[in-house]
T-cell receptor, first 123, second 110 residues
Framework: GAVVSQHPSRVICKSGTSVKIECRSLDFQATTMFWYRQFPKQSLMLMATSNEGSKATYEQGVEKDKFLINHASLTLSTLTVTSAHPEDSSFYIC???????????????????FGPGTRLTVL | RKEVEQDPGPFNVPEGATVAFNCTYSNSASQSFFWYRQDCRKEPKLLMSVYSSGNEDGRFTAQLNRASQYISLLIRDSKLSDSATYLCVVDTYNFNKFYFGSGTKLNVKP
């Protein structure tokens, strides 16, 4: 299957600093990438949909000024957590859809490929 | 009401057992359905897509009931390596985003 990478895999930072997380599709192009957050013992919650060349679409309750998303190319999206606080500590996961198959009515073609996640700890 | 609902478990079963998980979804216009597997502190990985006619992949069988809006996953001959959290995932009608269930935890014991 397609490969998505994330960097860094783990970050520990002080409260008030900003953290940038990169998500890359390594062997395919993705017009759309997704950013999720997962707290312990909970499921993935979609934060925002990142569209190449346009503004991200944020889910209700997610502050766009705090979670800055940039999707500058078909293989790279970045999430910047600005002025991080301890409550932002979580597992952040990105995913991507292959531009060649997005929107295909057959179920398997809508698969999202997930990155390995970034574990953020804010002290 | 949540978009996707699952029994969180845990399901504790012995090796070789057959176990079934169900999941319900609220949006009747949903088009795509998946089961993902997530190991502890790892990203989700696709286990199988779920087709209207039902589909099987080795020991795993997925079923979709559109009338009742539920999806099932059957695991036969459970292995220790099947221990994980199984996530039911439903795509919106315009294939735009996934809704995840809370996951069902499976523990297969020797």
């Amino acid at each position: 299957g397609a490969v998505v990478s994330q960097h860094p895999s783990r970050v520990i930072c002080k409260s008030g600093t900003s953290v940038k997380i990169e998500c890359r599709s390594l062997d395919f192009q993705a017009t759309t990438m997704f950013w999720y957050r997962q707290f312990p013992k909970q499921s993935l919650m979609l934060m925002a949909t990142s569209n190449e060349g346009s503004k991200a679409t944020y889910e209700q309750g997610v502050e766009k000024d705090k979670f800055l998303i940039n999707h500058a190319s078909l293989t790279l999206s970045t999430l910047t957590v600005t002025s991080a606080h301890p409550e932002d500590s979580s597992f952040y996961i990105c995913s991507a859809r292959d531009v060649l198959t997005s929107g295909h009515p057959k179920s398997s073609y809508n698969e999202q490929f997930f990155g390995p996640g970034t574990r953020l700890t804010v002290l | 009401r949540k978009e996707v609902e699952q029994d969180p478990g845990p399901f504790n079963v012995p090796e070789g057992a057959t176990v079934a998980f169900n999941c319900t979804y609220s949006n009747s216009a949903s088009q795509s359905f998946f089961w993902y597997r997530q190991d502890c502190r790892k990203e989700p990985k696709l286990l199988m897509s779920v087709y209207s006619s039902g589909n099987e992949d080795g020991r795993f069988t997925a079923q979709l009931n559109r009338a009742s809006q539920y999806i099932s996953l059957l695991i036969r001959d459970s292995k220790l390596s099947d221990s994980a959290t199984y996530l039911c995932v439903v795509d919106t009608y315009n294939f735009n985003k996934f809704y995840f269930g809370s996951g069902t935890k499976l523990n297969v014991k020797p």
